[in-house]
């Protein structure tokens, strides 16, 4: 396991966009999927968004059906860094943001205890 490096995140007006970034080792960046988790206060940390980092010719990416169509998680192998755009943003969107990777089925991409490795979190709050 290792510590994951975020950055982005911040305080933006409701309809805005922010943009978060993930790095992680190569070893860890290739094993399976990065996935970004959400917690606000007093609610438990759910699943936002996923991509499966090696070549798949099935579904790639992931996302929570309240985030679809308004979040975007992209990867730049280069970099060994993952993005979540993150637009039209909602005051509900409000949470501590965390990403984290691991080898695990597509099926448990949402499962927090899934992953071994995560990043510190940052703050992404929006207001009405």
């Known amino acids: 396991q290792e510590q994951l490096v975020q950055s982005g995140g911040g305080s933006v007006q409701a309809g805005g966009s922010l943009r978060l970034s993930c790095t992680a080792s190569?070893?860890?960046?290739?094993?399976?999927?990065v996935t970004w988790f959400r917690q606000a206060p007093g609610n438990q940390r759910e699943g936002v968004a996923a991509?499966?980092?090696?070549?798949?010719?099935?579904?790639?990416?992931f996302y929570a059906d309240s985030v679809k169509g308004r979040f975007s998680i992209s990867q730049d192998n280069a970099k060994n860094t993952v993005y979540l755009q993150m637009n039209s943003l909602k005051p509900e969107d409000t949470a501590m943001y965390y990403c984290?990777?691991?080898?695990?089925?597509?099926?448990?991409?949402?499962?927090?205890?899934?992953?071994?490795?995560w990043g510190q979190g940052t703050q992404v709050t929006v207001s009405s």
């Open positions: 984290a990777a691991d080898k695990v089925p597509f099926t448990d991409w949402r499962t927090q205890d899934a992953y071994k490795s």
């Open positions: 991509i499966h980092i090696p070549p798949s010719t099935s579904r790639s990416t």
């Open positions: 190569e070893y860890t960046y290739s094993r399976n999927y």
